[in-house]
């Protein structure tokens, strides 16, 4: 069972433009949401992470929204770069003492110049 | 950044060998985790750890065994390796804070001929 599902799975956009990736999850007690990016051959990198009593967060050109009633949140990359070709992945954690975190399946963003 | 290495980076074997492989960490991180990584799967918990000696499974646990004897150091192993273990494997850690993400090592790409 797939508790964060996590689209699109593949997304290529110009240089400038604004991808979008968006996740959604299944169970309230996830109390954390932190957005990873993974370039080719390293380990996945925090890059933002929210938690549900607040609506947006920003850092830099990435922006998270996120939607508690919906059970939603979603990843924004303003004036995108060629840089930001990587894989994005969402994921929940929550519930007290749970420290293993759900992942989506990830989101390979590709950025033509 | 926290400090993680996986050793070996990449490793090529036969099946039906036995393999071991290594996740090291400075931060004194009380959580350690792996993962495999397979296109079209995202991050897969394989095994995790929540303090020395004690460990758990994950999702696709089958065919592995870990060991944490120290804080710093977490093996995976693949007792009779098979082709279907064929993966990038990455080590995680976390000190458990509320707000605190997962750091993750480089990963180690290891292929079962």
């Known amino acids: 069972q797939q508790q964060v599902k996590q689209s699109p799975q593949s997304l290529i956009v110009q240089k400038g433009g604004i991808p979008i990736i968006n996740c959604a999850y299944e169970n309230t007690a996830f109390d954390y949401f932190p957005w990873y990016q993974q370039f080719p051959g390293k380990g996945p990198a925090l890059l933002i992470a929210?938690?549900?009593?607040?609506s947006e967060k920003k850092e830099g050109r990435f922006t998270i929204s996120f939607n508690k009633s919906a059970k939603q949140f979603s990843l924004h990359i303003m004036d995108s770069q060629p840089g930001d070709s990587a894989t994005y992945f969402c994921a929940a954690r929550g519930g007290r003492g749970s420290y293993i975190p759900t992942f989506g399946r990830g989101t390979s963003l590709i950025v033509h110049p | 950044d926290a400090g993680i290495t996986q050793s070996p980076r990449h490793k090529v074997t036969e099946t039906g060998t036995p393999v071991t492989l290594r996740c090291h960490q400075t931060e004194n991180h009380r959580y350690m985790y792996w993962y495999r990584q397979d296109p079209g799967h995202g991050l897969r918990l394989i095994h995790y750890?929540?303090?020395?000696?004690?460990?758990d499974k994950g999702e696709v646990s089958d065919g592995y065994s870990v060991s944490r004897s120290k804080t710093e150091d977490f093996l995976l192993t693949l007792e009779s390796a098979t082709s279907s273990q064929t993966s990038v494997y990455f080590c995680?850690?976390?000190?458990?804070?509320?707000?605190?993400?997962?750091?993750f090592g480089d990963g180690t790409r290891l292929s079962i001929l």
């Open positions: 750890s929540y303090g020395v000696k004690d460990t």
């Open positions: 995680a850690s976390t000190s458990g804070g509320s707000n605190q993400p997962q750091h």
């Open positions: 929210i938690r549900p009593d607040v």
